[in-house]
């Protein structure tokens, strides 16, 4: 499939007048044919306008047909061979056995919907009888179901072109749940973007369902994506990206004469406590193992341990040390994009000239353009809790070290913290009942809680959650990875008293969906 550089607004390929913008490679320090043409506000328009004219015909078509589409972008996705992963390489620096498991990962989100979508659990069908009889008042007939709340506008994150972005997880819920999509295509890989975003044009066209149900934005600067939030047929927003980004897009959509929601996922350093026992039986292990963490995809991922808490004792040494010796090892190479090199530089220079903290190792320098050179910095508690820049994330392969006096000292930083995507504990049995003065507050700051392990590396299933309280997300009741994903885009309607024959099927007396439901108060399996 030939990159044109086009626009896909519903079934057609648009070409942008609102100037031009090409892809760059990284790794080789180079822009990327070919141009790409940029679309403004009149785009916009037509692709909202299109999505909302969808909207009914989409979310009342079969489930059978839904699911079916999610599919059918799966298929297509994996029928872009190994061109979609070329050009992401040359769009990402990412090496191709990370591209290839991150495409594996896309379409099993993609199916993984589809038979979340075929089961219909997220419709929450619940039915109350009606009681006639009921004195002092009758109740009426009650049945509520979910449905989807509209077109969903969504922002591709640069460091997942596959997964996060075109057809990534906020796309696929987005679409499971009955929502047609706009996407605005993130300018680190739009040819990525323009591949994937054909092969959902084409499963939409071969499926019969509305153009509308799918639109692929190209713009150059913030113009383009704050119009798609502040368009009125616009109904709900998910993002990744930076703070400064999801923030700006929340207030958007809060001034709005209908405010949406914006389910941002933004910013987190994912605390990594290390508990005495664990440090006493396992220090080289468990830093060895943290620095592969840290180093992971050049640090890129937004579950990366950014802060390590230990306590003072004899064992801390050892584990700082294997940390330092491991971390050496590691050399410098190229981020996706050289603003986001840029910005690894300049927080790593600034962490470096900051009072009470000491750098403690770096990678080694290499000619990689566009590179992160790994750092670790160490610094204690008091210091910590009295420098705020200290808990800003750095997005690149770099952590700080924070060493505590007691538990108590450790607790007051894990109550300082703000929310995160993740938190850690490496613990033994002996470390339980440190453990459980923690968890309080670390269930009140994040979204996934880890045990003996590392954050990096997200299972896409039914019980994941990634998210958490802000500024990890804009919405701490929702999870962008996983089944539950599909939550952000629906909301409940309750039907009273309506006659049978202009009820939704999966509420009709006989079940025709074969669904579980709740009926009068108690699941009820078909
Ligand atoms: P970004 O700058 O926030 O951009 C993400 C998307 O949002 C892009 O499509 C961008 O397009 C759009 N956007 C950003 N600010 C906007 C605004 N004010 N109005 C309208 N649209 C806006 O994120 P990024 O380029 O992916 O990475 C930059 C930084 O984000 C990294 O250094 C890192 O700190 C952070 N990051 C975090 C995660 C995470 O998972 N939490 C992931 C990746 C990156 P335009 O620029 O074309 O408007």
């Known amino acids: 499939m030939q990159i044109t550089g086009d626009?896909?607004?519903?079934?057609?390929?648009?070409?942008?007048?609102?100037?031009?913008?090409r892809?760059?490679?990284?790794?080789?320090?180079?822009?990327?044919?070919?141009?790409?043409?940029?679309?403004g506000t009149v785009e916009v328009d037509r692709a909202c306008e299109l999505a909302a004219l969808a909207f009914d015909p989409y979310r009342l078509a079969p489930l059978e047909t839904r699911a079916r589409l999610l599919e059918a972008i799966a298929d297509n996705i994996v029928a872009l061979g190994d061109a979609l992963i070329e050009r992401a390489q040359a769009e990402s620096a990412l090496p191709k056995a990370r591209l290839e498991g991150e495409r594996g990962?896309?379409?099993?989100?993609?199916?993984?919907?589809?038979?979340?979508?075929?089961?219909?659990?997220?419709?929450?069908?619940?039915?109350?009888?009606?009681?006639?009889?009921?004195?002092?008042?009758?109740r009426s007939d009650l049945r509520a179901q979910k449905i989807p709340v509209g077109p969903v506008g969504v922002f591709g994150a640069s460091n997942f072109p596959l997964a996060f972005s075109v057809a990534g997880g906020d796309t696929a819920s987005a679409l499971a749940a009955g929502c047609p999509v706009v996407v605005k295509a993130h300018p680190a890989h739009l040819g990525t973007s323009e591949l994937v975003g054909r092969a959902i044009q084409k499963a939409v066209a071969d499926s019969g369902l509305p153009e509308g149900v799918f639109s692929l934005l190209v713009g150059a600067g913030n113009e383009i994506g704050e119009a798609l939030v502040a368009h009125p047929a616009i109904k709900s927003v998910g993002f990744t990206g930076s703070r400064r980004g999801g923030v700006a897009l929340v207030n958007i959509a809060a001034k709005r004469r209908e405010p949406i929601p914006v389910f941002a996922e933004m910013s987190s350093i994912n605390p990594f406590f290390v508990l005495p026992g664990a440090l006493a039986k396992r220090a080289e292990a468990i830093a060895t193992?943290?620095?592969?963490?840290?180093?992971?995809?050049?640090?890129?991922?937004?579950?990366?341990?950014?802060?390590v808490l230990l306590l003072d004792g004899p064992h801390k040494q050892t584990f700082i040390d294997a940390a330092a010796k491991a971390l050496a090892q590691k050399g410098a190479q190229t981020m996706l994009t050289a603003g986001i090199a840029n910005a690894y530089k300049d927080g790593v220079s600034q962490r470096r000239e900051l009072n009470g903290v000491q750098s403690i190792a770096q990678g080694q320098q290499s000619d990689a353009s566009c590179s992160a050179l790994p750092?670790?910095?160490?610094?204690?508690?008091?210091?910590?809790?009295?420098?705020?820049?200290?808990?800003?994330?750095?997005?690149?392969?770099?952590?700080?070290?924070?060493?505590?006096?007691?538990?108590?000292?450790?607790?007051?930083?894990?109550?300082?913290?703000?929310?995160?995507?993740?938190?850690?504990?490496q613990i033994e049995p002996e470390d339980y009942e440190i453990a459980r003065q923690l968890l309080p507050t670390l269930e009140r700051k994040a979204g996934r809680i880890l045990a003996n392990g590392f954050p990096t590396g997200v299972e896409v299933c039914h019980a994941m959650v990634h998210g958490g309280p802000y500024p990890a997300t804009s919405d701490a009741r929702a999870t962008s990875v996983g089944a539950m994903a599909i939550e952000r885009f629906l909301r409940p309607v309750c039907y009273q008293d309506l006659p049978a024959a202009l009820l939704p099927q999966a509420l009709h007396d006989e079940n025709p969906l074969k669904l579980l439901r709740i009926l009068d108060g108690k699941p009820v399996q078909a």
Do not use: H
């Open 7 to 21: 626009m896909l607004i519903g079934g057609s390929a648009v070409r942008g007048t609102k100037g031009t913008l």
């Open 375 to 425: 750092a670790l910095f160490q610094t204690n508690a008091m210091q910590f809790l009295a420098t705020a820049q200290l808990e800003d994330e750095i997005f690149g392969p770099t952590s700080l070290i924070v060493t505590c006096s007691d538990i108590a000292e450790m607790v007051k930083v894990a109550e300082y913290i703000e929310g995160q995507l993740t938190a850690t504990l």
């Open 105 to 138: 990962r896309t379409v099993g989100q993609l199916r993984l919907f589809a038979s979340l979508v075929r089961e219909g659990r997220w419709l929450a069908a619940t039915l109350d009888s009606a009681m006639p009889e009921r004195k002092p008042l009758p």
């Open 23 to 39: 892809a760059f490679d990284p790794a080789r320090n180079m822009e990327i044919e070919p141009e790409f043409g940029a679309g």
């Open 289 to 307: 193992g943290f620095v592969e963490s840290v180093t992971l995809g050049v640090g890129q991922f937004c579950t990366n341990p950014g802060l």
